[in-house]
């Protein structure tokens, strides 16, 4: 409108041939303000187009930047319209499930297979509306297997949205295989019978695993975020600081004794190392704790053990050339008593020797219960019996000591020689009576009980099956760690008299008898023994009195030992009770004469320790002569080993050195009597 009214003017000024200069003031004024208008018009103008032609020049640009970043990513690109008409698009070789035709213009329904064209409509849809950026997954199985993608869907211009697409199957795996990798770790931390723990720097605990609760005894939450001083105390504590902050300097730290009082008494084998950072620094401490309590007092169930094996057989030794002296002594004292009227003053000094040859034999049948464990007669044994005649007997002597007894009936039977196992309670009251002397209570008791393969309360030693279970406890002065670890050595005692064999026979007599013994004690609180012997299915049998007179008989006997002087004694016995007697010092020379005489040897009294031609081997050769011949074995030691093996092999009975004149002609006797037929 201002530039048509300038132009008019202008075609006016002209055709009357005017001068601005020379109009009125009012119409030069009027003239200058249209002037000046239409100048500010031209430069409002160029302003415009200028302005114009910058911002297509910028949106150029930027779309074409766009365009360039667009190709540039590793993705899929759609642009729709709020319908799903596909405005526009740039696909990969990888996206196998839109097909090769152009597909600008169309719909998703007709592009995409139906279920993936469900996941587009609705997500335009929802980010159109919400006008957010929607993050959508999905997957397409085709001959190559499953592939999975992830699509982002943002709303740009009014009633449009475009789509990045892009494929994240290799993605997928490494998060399966991590989702799998942690899942493999967590079935291990957790189900690991070691403790495994993770601490910070300021020794503070982070995780642990359930077994590392169980050893705590606390649950996680009690543990995480405390340290050592807070769980185990200072003198605890202090240990384990030493430990960790070796660890914290780079170093591995591992031991097999380290002890806390965690409830009890504990023992724990430790591996702790260092937890280093990409940057080289120890940021934590990693440790592994597995409690070696139980396989600790193995070891030491077991060292003991083999100590006592090694130490049962030099005492065995030492009772066996022992046993063969009084049996020399106590021959040659019945020989002179024969030989002796009954009012004879010398008899009363024979009596005191028979005396202490007995007294000496007690003790080495002590030392052979150690080394050999004694057994003599086995029997089927009920042990309630055992055990009522000998507290009775025990309490009649020591009534200073009150008696209590709790007895399972019916309880189980054992093969057990009697003798012996009277010895072994008889030993323990007295060690009990010993030990409270000021008087105390005395508990003794029995108990079936049978172990099966995974039963964590049986001992180590004993197989799965059915066990007597026998307890002496009393309320004495008790014993410390030290005295209760030689307690069953042989000679040791905190007595001031005594030999000391007194436990040792025991432990000894009931490790041959198949069972175990164990002791518990605390200074002032008395000792418990308990023992398990197996469990027979036999019915208990009847004991068998000794008969005291002597038997005689005129039946040809063989005897060999390698001792001369037992050979004479035993020889001259024999021939004292009528017998006809054919004594050898050696294994061949008896053979060579059995051999010789078969017919006429009723009975071979056979050592079982000889050199050259041993027992076991002389017993044999003579059954391959005459399988029917009799044999009794003698020896200084108990029957075990190769004894208890001839006995098996058809040996008629065992009399162990010294015997007495009775023993001897009871035990001659017997076998002669038994008829094999």
Not at 86 to 111: A, N, T
Not at 175 to 191: G, H, I, P, T
Not at 639 to 651: N, S, V, Y
Request: proline residues 3%.
């Amino acid at each position: 409108m201002k530039e048509e009214l300038h132009r008019l003017l202008k075609r006016q000024l002209k055709r009357h041939d005017l001068d601005l200069e020379a109009l009125p003031e009012k119409c030069r004024s009027l003239i200058n303000d249209v002037n000046d208008a239409y100048r500010q018009g031209d430069e409002d103008r160029l302003m415009l187009e200028r302005a114009l032609d910058l911002s297509s020049q910028e949106l150029m640009q930027a779309n074409s930047d766009m365009r360039a970043v667009l190709q540039a990513l590793p993705d899929a690109f759609f642009r729709f319209d709020y319908e799903g008409i596909i405005l526009d698009f740039k696909s990969l070789s990888y996206h196998s499930y839109i097909p090769p035709q152009p597909i600008q213009g169309r719909s998703v329904v007709e592009v995409f297979p139906p279920h993936i064209a469900r996941i587009y409509t609705d997500a335009i849809a929802e980010a159109d509306m919400s006008e957010s950026v929607l993050t959508v997954e999905y997957s397409i199985d085709d001959w190559k297997g499953a592939h999975y993608y992830e699509a982002r869907f943002a709303p740009v211009l009014e009633h449009q949205v475009i789509a990045l697409v892009r494929d994240i199957s290799e993605r997928r795996q490494v998060e399966e295989s991590v989702r799998r990798s942690e899942a493999r770790f967590r079935a291990l931390f957790e189900s690991v019978q070691d403790g495994i723990f993770i601490k910070d720097v300021d020794f503070r605990y982070v995780l642990i695993n359930p077994a590392m609760e169980k050893l705590f005894g606390k649950p996680m939450n009690q543990v995480i975020g405390r340290s050592y001083v807070g769980l185990f105390g200072e003198k605890d504590g202090d240990q384990i600081r030493e430990a960790d902050q070796k660890v914290l300097t780079g170093a591995i730290f591992e031991s097999d004794d380290v002890r806390l009082d965690i409830n009890d008494k504990r023992t724990f084998h430790v591996i702790k190392t260092p937890l280093v950072g990409g940057d080289g620094k120890v940021f934590g401490i990693c440790g592994v704790a597995r409690d070696t309590t139980k396989l600790k007092r193995m070891e030491e169930q077991i060292y003991q053990s083999q100590k006592m094996e090694a130490l049962g057989g030099l005492a065995g030794g030492i009772a066996h050339d022992f046993n063969n002296l009084l049996m020399g002594i106590q021959g040659l004292a019945s020989l002179m008593r024969l030989d002796l009227d009954p009012d004879h003053p010398h008899r009363e000094k024979l009596d005191g020797i028979e005396s202490q040859v007995m007294s000496g034999a007690r003790l080495t049948r002590q030392l052979i219960g150690f080394a050999k464990g004694g057994m003599f007669e086995v029997n089927s044994t009920n042990l309630n019996e055992l055990v009522e005649r000998s507290s009775d007997m025990f309490g009649r002597t020591k009534k200073e000591v009150i008696i209590h007894k709790d007895l399972e009936k019916p309880l189980w039977t054992v093969e057990a020689d009697r003798y012996q196992m009277e010895q072994v309670l008889l030993n323990l009251y007295i060690n009990a009576w010993e030990a409270m002397p000021r008087g105390g209570e005395l508990f003794i008791s029995t108990e079936n009980e049978e172990f099966g393969d995974d039963d964590s309360n049986r001992h180590f030693e004993l197989p799965s099956g059915k066990y007597v279970k026998i307890g002496v406890r009393d309320t004495g002065i008790g014993m410390d760690k030290a005295t209760q670890n030689r307690i069953f050595e042989p000679f040791f005692t905190t007595k001031s008299k005594g030999q000391g064999l007194g436990l040792a026979s025991v432990y000894g007599i009931v490790k041959k008898h198949g069972g175990v013994i164990t002791v518990y004690s605390e200074e002032g609180k008395g000792s418990a023994f308990t023992i398990y012997l197996p469990a027979s299915c036999r019915e208990a049998s009847a004991g068998v009195k000794e008969k005291s007179e002597l038997l005689r008989g005129t039946e040809t006997v063989l005897i060999v030992d390698d001792e001369e002087l037992i050979l004479d004694v035993a020889a001259r016995m024999l021939s004292a009770l009528g017998y006809r007697v054919h004594a050898f010092c050696g294994g061949k020379e008896a053979l060579a004469f059995f051999e010789e005489n078969v017919k006429a040897v009723d009975l071979v009294i056979l050592d079982m320790i000889m050199p050259g031609m041993s027992g076991a081997e002389l017993f044999d050769r003579l059954r391959k002569v005459n399988p029917l011949i009799k044999v009794l074995l003698s020896s200084g030691y108990s029957i075990d080993g190769e004894a208890r093996e001839l006995f098996h092999r058809g040996c008629g009975g065992f009399i162990q050195k010294p015997y007495t004149y009775q023993n001897l002609s009871r035990k001659v006797r017997d076998i002669l009597a038994d008829d094999p037929r």
